[in-house]
């Protein structure tokens, strides 16, 4: 028993108990008996075990099981584990002293406080409570009140009972009990811990006001990363302890941004954080001294690689270049050709005539009588274009006056767009490659027609590399395409039918849609669709963006793994996407479902990505693909209101998705 205070010391007085690990202190990896790794290594590194870390983690177990069996109580004390691995491992007196020192060292490097129960304890005792601390635990009371000590959580006046020292635990009541004993006239008395039993159940029973304090408590993601295994490989059980770390971050926010955090810190950041460090990779394997992130999907992508080109001393520079299709597909566009018009009267979930006009640069006003005599009158210009209107403005499009203007257009947009590049230092010979989200490579196209439409840049190289491409582009003698999603089956058929709206809205940026380029006093500047992206700035992105550079802040402390590793990381974290995808819990689908989605390219209409939907709504989506939201998430709509309907089809998923493995 480690005491602060003597044995009457509490009188009449109100007492709020805390348990230790998982509650107040944490460790940097996913479950205790994984620091057992760390530990082997060391002792391995000392040569005082023969054997790998894994087979030291195992027999570490045995060893406590082993004292526990004739421990008084079974509450083995740490000196008592030590003698059965002297044991086992032959070691004298002094070897036995030095294996027990690293294991204290491994433990205090590794412990941390838990974001926040600082607060809550000094709330306690500015409530008037007194402070005690009840450990469950073999460690020695001294050390775990020095790592108390280090948190700020212990201060003179507090206790702390620690069970192997007492002989008497929290799971089976008798510490309770000894507290009541020596402290008669608590009036009233709080608990808060992690464990179900022992800092719940128990205490309740007791007739203590216990509480479950679970933020420590690993997710869902987080036991996919770590896996099943005892132990756990040892960088699996660190991933998933960043993964916990970053998300402790954000537990005391509002709850709707605590589901926004989380998100962030358990599927986007580490998703993220694996390309983003892919892209560095490939850049030092190619010779690349400088990447452009691309706006907007680039944003947080950049953010994340500067970072770790920051931390780890990665001589490549991390940029952000503004571009959108609307700034990039106008510059490129050469003649009106097949190809060119495919890109104008693109449909999303509807086409208008003033949305075709933008596309190359024209202001509706311009052509009020030319549009009218070919029926879309001024009223009109805002509504969904029928398929002959449609037709009749292709062919307007073409007529001399309609294609003189857009001629025009393109040439002052390409020599802004150009003058941009200059700019931004894209034209000064340094070897460079563009980072985008994907889908197809054509803003690269575009980007590389502009770029060498004069004759003096026809050879210039352009390199692009894409979270994913659903179809590579074939590349050139010139032109790059890198896909850092897998193209080979079966992560080829996940990325095809992968909800790529959701991870569009994972990777939004702050501002608007890039409209063009404009000159302001000699500077090359964007023209943007909103300065700040409100909508999505209300929905909570600067706290998703705050958690997934948490989450890459965070995995940054632990050592780097090696090529093979990091391959393993970058395969979990899309399965982590994949499961989140296929089956989103209720607070995630009802997020992301908020989130302010558009499908068109320049945003005017959001849409919700996953509905609540009743049976009959849901059939009608299911069995009318046109009436779907654009980048439908069915799961999601399932997760917030299950209904038959959507189940069946779900299901029909599943077994076509099994059939296409088969093949």
Request: with cysteine; charged share 25%.
């Amino acid at each position: 028993m480690q005491r602060l205070k003597t044995a009457n010391a509490f009188g009449s007085v109100k007492l709020h108990s805390f348990d230790v690990f998982d509650t107040l202190l944490t460790r940097r990896v996913a479950v205790p008996a994984d620091l057992f790794l760390l530990i082997g290594a060391q002792l391995h590194t000392a040569r005082l075990i023969p054997c790998t870390p894994d087979e030291f983690a195992a027999k570490r177990s045995q060893a406590e099981a082993a004292a526990r069996q004739i421990a008084p109580a079974g509450e083995a004390r740490f000196n008592e584990v030590y003698e059965k691995l002297a044991e086992a491992y032959r070691w004298n007196e002094a070897q036995t002293q030095q294996a027990m020192e690293i294991e204290l060292h491994v433990e205090s490097q590794n412990t941390q406080a838990v974001p926040g129960m600082l607060e809550t304890i000094q709330q306690a005792r500015a409530d008037g409570y007194r402070v005690m601390f009840l450990s469950d635990m073999y460690l020695p009371a001294s050390f775990i009140a020095e790592l108390l000590r280090r948190a700020g959580f212990l201060v003179a006046g507090d206790e702390l009972l620690v069970s192997g020292e007492l002989r008497q635990a929290k799971h089976d009541g008798r510490m309770f009990h000894l507290v009541r004993t020596q402290h008669r006239s608590v009036a009233e008395w709080r608990h808060a811990g992690d464990h179900p039993r022992a800092d719940v159940e128990v205490p309740r029973r007791l007739g203590i006001n216990a509480r479950a304090e679970t933020r420590c408590s690993l997710t869902q993601h987080e036991r996919t990363v770590r896996g099943a295994e005892k132990p756990a490989p040892l960088w699996r059980s660190q991933y998933a302890a960043a993964m916990k770390l970053a998300r402790l971050e954000g537990w005391e926010l509002p709850e709707a941004r605590k589901v926004v955090w989380e998100s962030g810190a358990n599927v986007v950041g580490p998703l993220w954080f694996g390309f983003a460090e892919w892209c560095l990779d490939e850049a030092l394997k190619r010779g690349i001294k400088r990447l452009y992130f691309v706006a907007r999907d680039g944003q947080i992508f950049q953010q994340i690689a500067r970072t770790i080109a920051r931390q780890r001393g990665i001589p490549v520079e991390c940029r952000y270049l503004y571009g959108s299709r609307q700034a990039w597909h106008l510059p490129g566009l050469g003649e009106l050709d097949e190809a060119a018009l495919l890109w104008i009267f693109n449909r999303q979930r509807f086409l208008t005539a003033e949305q075709v006009l933008k596309r190359v640069g024209l202001d509706p006003d311009d052509f009020t009588a030319e549009l009218a005599s070919i029926g879309i009158p001024t009223t009109a210009w805002s509504a969904d274009l029928s398929t002959e209107q449609t037709e009749r403005l292709r062919e307007c499009l073409q007529t001399p006056p309609f294609a003189a203007a857009i001629r025009h257009q393109v040439t002052m947009a390409r020599k802004l767009a150009l003058r941009y590049l200059e700019q931004e230092g894209v034209l000064d010979e340094t070897p460079y490659a563009l980072v985008d989200i994907g889908w197809h490579g054509n803003m690269q196209r575009s980007f590389a027609r502009w770029l060498r439409a004069d004759p003096a840049r026809r050879n210039l190289p352009v390199t692009g590399m894409y979270f994913g491409l659903q179809r590579h582009p074939p590349d050139t003698e010139l032109d790059q395409f890198v896909g850092y999603w897998p193209e080979v089956d079966p992560e080829r058929e996940a990325l095809r039918t992968l909800n790529v709206a959701l991870l569009e809205m994972m990777a939004a940026a702050d501002h608007g849609t890039v409209l063009g380029f404009r000159d302001e006093a000699g500077m090359i500047k964007p023209m943007l669709d909103g300065e700040r992206n409100e909508a999505a700035m209300a929905w909570g992105l600067a706290v998703l963006q705050a958690a997934v550079l948490k989450f890459t802040n965070t995995w940054l402390g632990f050592d780097p793994l090696t090529p093979d590793r990091r391959m393993q990381f970058q395969a979990l974290s899309r399965r982590v996407l994949l499961d989140f995808m296929a089956a989103p819990s209720f607070s995630e689908a009802t997020l992301w479902a908020e989130f302010p989605h558009s499908g068109e390219q320049i945003e005017r209409h959001k849409e919700c990505l996953a509905p609540v939907l009743s049976t009959w709504k849901a059939l009608a989506l299911v069995m009318k693909p046109e009436r779907r939201p654009a980048g439908w998430w069915a799961e999601g709509s399932q997760a917030r209101h299950p209904n038959p309907a959507l189940a069946v089809y779900l299901g029909g998923k599943k077994i076509k998705k099994c059939f296409r493995r088969i093949k």
